[in-house]
């Protein structure tokens, strides 16, 4: 649970992902520079509290981002984004997040970047004079299975070349494989390609993975999305599957059986790895000294 010990502001609270046990991040704080997200990924757990709409801009955003900025503890970095994307399509008109990450970095104050979007491309300039790290997602390299359940985000490639071209530019980085979904994006050698590819941008530190976890919401979606799937994920969540925190988890077993590939290509690729709030404890499973980056950053990084 939250300590009094930080101080919040109205828009950059402390990263407390609804008060999950199994979450291993360092303490943070969490900036969503728009309410919403525009990708419209059907596994999106943010749409079981904010609701499924389009990216859109918050009232009196920069008026309390600025008091926030004065207000916050300059210890702790700041992670955009975790329950929106800083960098959906409206992004290129609005620009948003790039004066966001103007502010942040001309006050010391460190980054994590998390996305599906490629247009952080476009900053760069900023990210790179700042103490910022990318946290790009990847889940697959097929444009076919991207465009279902990540209907509007740019299709892999592109997220592969926008990372590419923040190496190019030093930016240090891991990258989130982050769900995977079993029958969906599990193949052991689509995992491992994405991996070898991966190992080949200089600058990615770390991969970090996880399960998906279905909550009612989201568990309709896929559904819809894939309805040859429908027996099989009934009996998966809803038969077998361990009610925990309010998500419905997959059973150990098979959560180990889908993370597994990427923890043995990570090792094999010479990648450190990690997992998101799944609880296994071993250096088999998480070798990485944080799951969300913010060892790229420097100095290093306190935990809670
Ligand atoms: S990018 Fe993230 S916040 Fe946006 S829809 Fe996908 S999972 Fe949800």
Same mark, same amino acid.
């Given at each position: 649970?939250?300590?009094?010990?930080?101080?919040?502001?109205?828009?950059?609270?402390?990263?407390?992902?609804?008060?999950?046990?199994?979450?291993?991040?360092?303490?943070?704080?969490?900036?969503?520079?728009?309410?919403?997200?525009?990708?419209?990924?059907?596994?999106?757990?943010?749409? =079981?509290?904010?609701?499924?709409?389009?990216?859109?801009?918050?009232?009196?955003?920069?008026?309390?981002?600025?008091?926030?900025?004065?207000?916050?503890?300059?210890?702790?970095? !700041?992670?955009?984004?975790?329950?929106?994307?800083?960098?959906?399509?409206?992004?290129?008109?609005?620009?948003?997040?790039?004066?966001?990450?103007?502010?942040?970095?001309?006050?010391?104050? *460190?980054?994590?970047?998390?996305?599906?979007?490629?247009?952080?491309? *476009?900053?760069?300039?900023?990210?790179? *004079?700042?103490?910022?790290?990318?946290?790009?997602?990847?889940?697959?390299?097929? +444009?076919?299975?991207?465009?279902?359940?990540?209907?509007?985000?740019?299709?892999?490639?592109?997220?592969?070349?926008?990372?590419?071209?923040?190496?190019?530019?030093?930016?240090?980085?891991?990258?989130?494989? +982050?769900?995977?979904?079993?029958?969906?994006?599990?193949?052991?050698?689509?995992?491992?390609?994405?991996?070898?590819?991966?190992?080949?941008?200089?600058?990615? +530190?770390?991969?970090?993975?996880?399960?998906?976890?279905?909550?009612? +919401?989201?568990?309709?979606?896929?559904?819809?999305?894939?309805?040859?799937?429908?027996?099989?994920?009934?009996?998966?969540?809803?038969?077998?599957?361990?009610?925990?925190?309010?998500?419905?988890?997959?059973?150990?077993?098979?959560?180990?059986?889908?993370?597994?590939? !990427?923890?043995?290509? =990570?090792? /094999?690729?010479?990648?450190?790895? =990690?997992?998101?709030?799944?609880?296994?404890?071993? /250096?088999?499973?998480?070798? =990485?000294?944080?799951?969300?980056?913010?060892?790229?950053?420097?100095?290093?990084?306190?935990?809670?």
């Amino acid at each position: 649970m939250r300590t009094s010990k930080y101080k919040e502001g109205t828009l950059i609270r402390l990263f407390d992902p609804w008060g999950n046990p199994l979450c291993t991040c360092p303490r943070k704080y969490t900036l969503n520079p728009y309410t919403g997200c525009s990708f419209f990924c059907i596994y999106c757990y943010a749409t =079981a509290y904010i609701g499924r709409k389009p990216s859109t801009p918050k009232k009196e955003y920069f008026n309390r981002l600025l008091k926030d900025i004065v207000r916050i503890d300059k210890n702790l970095p !700041v992670n955009m984004s975790t329950s929106s994307d800083p960098y959906p399509p409206i992004e290129a008109k609005l620009g948003i997040t790039r004066r966001t990450l103007k502010l942040l970095v001309d006050n010391k104050i *460190r980054v994590l970047i998390t996305t599906k979007g490629v247009i952080y491309t *476009r900053d760069i300039d900023i990210i790179t *004079r700042g103490n910022v790290a990318i946290t790009p997602t990847i889940t697959t390299l097929d +444009d076919s299975i991207s465009s279902r359940i990540e209907p509007n985000a740019p299709p892999p490639k592109e997220r592969i070349e926008a990372l590419r071209e923040a190496s190019n530019n030093g930016i240090p980085a891991g990258v989130r494989i +982050d769900p995977i979904m079993p029958y969906i994006n599990d193949d052991p050698y689509e995992i491992e390609e994405l991996v070898a590819i991966l190992s080949n941008i200089e600058t990615v +530190d770390f991969i970090v993975t996880s399960t998906y976890k279905a909550r009612p +919401d989201n568990f309709k979606r896929v559904i819809q999305a894939f309805p040859e799937l429908e027996n099989k994920y009934r009996r998966l969540y809803r038969e077998e599957g361990i009610l925990f925190h309010g998500y419905t988890y997959l059973k150990p077993s098979i959560r180990l059986k889908l993370l597994e590939p !990427v923890f043995r290509y =990570a090792r /094999k690729y010479g990648l450190k790895y =990690a997992h998101c709030r799944e609880g296994f404890r071993g /250096k088999e499973y998480f070798n =990485a000294p944080s799951c969300d980056g913010t060892h790229l950053l420097y100095p290093p990084y306190s935990n809670k």
